[in-house]
């Protein structure tokens, strides 16, 4: 991508910093903002500079596109402290990568490659304070981007806005997660945006999850729109399942979204000697496995929870318990995983980023 000549990035500070506020040995997770946000408005064609401003309220008009034709892409990831103080990122530029693919799906402008990272790096100084050091905290960071230009008329917008705002954030305990297979609604559809980190894909994931939530489950797991025989994601996360000791997920496409931390797992688990096979699976194995034994972890992965087990699932009528293993896939690869992230070990996938 051709990069854009940015000049020094404005900082314009808070005066009524919240930081002395925030209790940082009990953190929720995403519930609480930092004292700055990076704006950047991309405006007659081209983008203006970032700037770093207080997180604030924004003013759009009531016509401005988003509210009406959802043009909005979002990312996730996290910033760590280590013990020395030094900060480190995991993998940005995926982030950044996968934010302009979103973006051209939905018809929006691409965001040049030093405007993402120099402008998240500012703020991260800005607000280097704000990183949690607790054991397994990190402040959350949301690069996201909307139409701001006015009409309602269905045609994408002139005008964006780019914005990253940040959380320190706990640990993400999903607690106890039962997951139901989906067998009605799907999330995505061939052709679809299923694979764009795109608004509207988790309004659309809401209503389903929450008749999940009235039968007793926590979650949903997205099948295949046409057949709904096999597996494809977990809620907002990408699937993983172990049969004996092979573990399995299925190969992303257009309705599954190719996420950095399954991607990170394959390559560790690899490494590791697990064997890894990336394909698709069908409901009716994982009940198959299940009867004969051989169903031994299922588990969500994602940036928020990195790995979040699940402890059963309810397929039609029936539901299914996993075992609760000693020497679990999920906890050890949570841990090699985290260990990278926390610079708490050597890197030899050249995973962390460090931000100076
Ligand atoms: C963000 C997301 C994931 C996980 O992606 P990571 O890059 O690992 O955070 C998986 N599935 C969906 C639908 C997502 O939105």
Redesign the pocket.
Known sequence: MISTAITPIDIKKTQTSRLSNVDFGNLPFGQIFSDHMMVCDFKNGKWENPKIVPYEPISLAPSAKIFHYGQSVFE??KAYKDKEGKIWLFRPL??QK?INLSAERLAMPQIPENYFMEGLKALLKVDSNWIPTDDGSSLYIRPFMFATSEGFHASPADDYKFIIATSPSGAYFAGDVKVLIEQKYA?SANGGV?FA?AGG??AGQFYPTQLAKDKGFQQVIWTDDTTHEYIE?A????IFVRIGDTLLTCPTSDR???????K?LIELAKSEGINVEVRKIKVSELVEAHKNGQLKEMFG????AVISPISGFGFKEETFNLPTIEESYASFLKKRMTDIQYNRTEDPFGWRYEVK
């Open positions: 996730g990831l995926e982030n996968r999330r299923g980190k894909n988790y994601e809620g907002a996360m990408n599954i979204l190719d996420g950095i931390t399954r990170s992965a994602g940036t928020a």
